[in-house]
């Protein structure tokens, strides 16, 4: 199989192979890491062309106190730009991400990314696009939700907000009662749903994003995990608008 490394140097003697997987987990599939803690450098190598440029993206980030340096001549561009799949039912993976999400829930992990890094994130964006797998799950999946919680030819993001709770719960039921939520990802109904829906919905579909929207959405999710963390299982889902209506204080 092939495989797409990047070479990672400069990293803390204290740094755990386990510390390296979770960092670069956020770019993408990883296949193997090869770390040399007497040379504090290692090869990761990532089951897919794109995880690399969001691997390299975050070139002088900080991983356990450690400024790092992450390079590649693994991938050409044309890598960079796989076919649109099936669509929204198979779901998506990390790699589909717009680069200036994962920066987000980087920093709502409590990595600690420069504006220097974001604005390259932001900047990637731009100029390669929003993979199109990522952009016809997002509005499929806006889609889906709205037309079990309104019915047909509505969207989420397209009601009034008032509504929307209500309403949610009962698709939401149904969505599991169905089998829906064992496709769709809980964290993407919750965050359309949520007081911040239309606002989220925009982060993740466009590209004219700032270095501060992403501040706002690792925020956002932050928020939203630890909600989750504190609240049993049942009530969670519940809890979802009112750990939104938190965060939109917090970051307005």
């Known amino acids: 199989m092939t495989t797409y490394p990047v070479q990672v140097s400069g990293i803390a003697p204290s740094t755990t192979e386990k510390q390296l997987k979770d960092f670069f987990a956020f770019c993408g599939g990883i296949d193997s890491i090869d770390y040399d803690e007497k040379s504090s450098t290692a090869t990761v190598r990532f089951v897919k062309a794109p995880s690399v440029k969001t691997a390299v993206m975050l070139n002088g980030g900080t991983l356990e106190g450690a400024t790092i340096s992450v390079t590649s001549d693994a991938i050409k561009d044309d890598d960079l730009h796989p076919p649109a799949t099936e669509g929204a039912s198979a779901g998506i993976e990390q790699s589909d991400k717009p680069r200036a999400a994962i920066a987000a829930e980087y920093l709502a992990k409590g990595y600690t990314l420069s504006e220097q890094i974001l604005e390259r994130a932001i900047d990637i964006d731009r100029k390669q696009g929003i993979s199109s797998r990522f952009l016809q799950y997002f509005h499929q999946f806006d889609e889906g939700l709205g037309k079990r919680a309104f019915g047909p030819e509505q969207k989420v993001t397209a009601t009034v907000q008032a509504k929307v709770d209500e309403r949610i719960k009962h698709a939401k039921a149904i969505g599991e009662e169905k089998g829906y939520s064992k496709i769709a990802h809980d964290y993407y109904e919750k965050a359309i749903s949520s007081p911040l829906g239309k606002k989220v919905l925009s982060f993740y ?23 989750r963390s504190m609240m049993p299982s049942a009530t969670a889902a519940g809890s979802e608008s009112a750990s939104s209506a938190t965060a939109e204080k917090a970051i307005q």
């Open 205 to 227: 579909t466009e590209t004219s994003k700032q270095v501060h929207d992403i501040h706002e959405e690792a925020l956002r999710i932050a928020y939203a995990e630890k909600a």
